[in-house]
């Protein structure tokens, strides 16, 4: 059997013979390197993993990462509190010929059911059992805390995120208000501490000046290691003849969490402030 000639070959290409040298290229090749490592005691297969985020908020999503070679996935953040979101949501912001440099929301936690997303946490681990499964949590209060990472470590995830961080929060008691306060993420890394004997990340937010001080104060009440950054407050967008910034919703819109490739250099800036701090220089950092 032959195909037909493309490019520059001037005769017939004999499939059968070009398959046969593939295969035997392939088992002559050098092996594929090993990217394993191992995390706050875990054995991962590779360094990256899916972020909580609006692309982890689903079994298929967080399902077709891992069938892809993702080491593992952080479940976008769930909770007890109910979220009422807004639509549009999403704005980016571009330059000349350049379609993408970053990316705003306005998403707040999960608005799925609490016992939907434990449900699809518990159906991610049993179906990847050799993935790294991490339930990002966030409660309103010292007990909110301690029960969502006992419902957690129930569901089978190999490790608990606490989300200290997200800007887009309308509670002082949640999101990034927490982030800025040492003496809130204490109590509440102690509050999960006393939920879970699984390893456990303090989120951090950008919104700061010293990211040091919260994150020592979660490493001390407990913490295993570090997650940095979340997104960055921002407006990406004003709309030069309403002058609301984008996204607009029926008029009005707010500030938003910035993320992409445009805040990795303020991401490097914190992981090595911390790095160099003697405290946390041992620390395990995300």
Not at 78 to 90: D, H, L, Q, T, Y
Not at 132 to 160: C, F, H, N, Q, Y
Not at 189 to 194: D, K, S
Not at 264 to 284: C, G, H, Q, W, Y
Request: proline content about 5%; overall charge negative.
């Amino acid at each position: 059997m032959t195909a037909c000639t493309r490019a520059k070959i001037d005769r017939p290409v004999e499939i059968r013979q070009t398959a046969e040298y593939i295969a035997s290229a392939a088992k002559d090749a050098e092996p594929k390197a090993d990217l394993s490592m191992t995390f706050c005691d875990l054995k991962c297969e590779n360094p990256f993993f899916l972020s909580s985020s609006v692309v982890a908020s689903g079994y298929d999503m967080c399902a077709k990462a891992l069938d892809m070679g993702w080491a593992g996935i952080v479940y976008k953040t769930i909770g007890f509190a109910k979220m009422n979101e807004v639509s549009p949501r999403f704005d980016i912001l571009n330059k000349e010929t350049t379609p993408y440099i970053g990316f705003k929301n306005l998403e707040q936690i999960s608005d799925h059911p609490l016992e939907e997303n434990l449900a699809i946490l518990k159906k991610l681990k049993e179906n990847y059992p050799s993935k790294i499964i991490v339930s990002s949590i966030m409660g309103e209060s010292e007990d909110e805390w301690t029960a969502l990472a006992r419902l957690s470590e129930k569901a089978g995830v190999d490790m608990i995120e606490c989300n200290f961080s997200c800007p887009q929060m309308t509670s002082h008691s949640m999101g990034s208000d927490v982030g800025t306060n040492p003496e809130l993420v204490a109590k509440y890394t102690a509050a999960v501490r006393r939920g879970t004997k699984l390893p456990v990340l303090a989120k951090m937010t950008p919104n700061i000046t010293n990211m040091e001080i919260p994150a020592i104060a979660a490493v001390n009440a407990g913490a295993n290691g570090i997650a940095a950054i979340n997104t960055v407050k921002s407006i990406t967008n004003v709309d030069l003849d309403s002058f609301v910034p984008t996204p607009d919703i029926n008029g009005k819109s707010a500030v938003g969490g910035y993320s992409g490739k445009a805040v990795k250099p303020i991401a490097l800036r914190f992981i090595s402030d911390m790095k160099r701090n003697e405290t946390l220089e041992n620390v395990e950092i995300s």
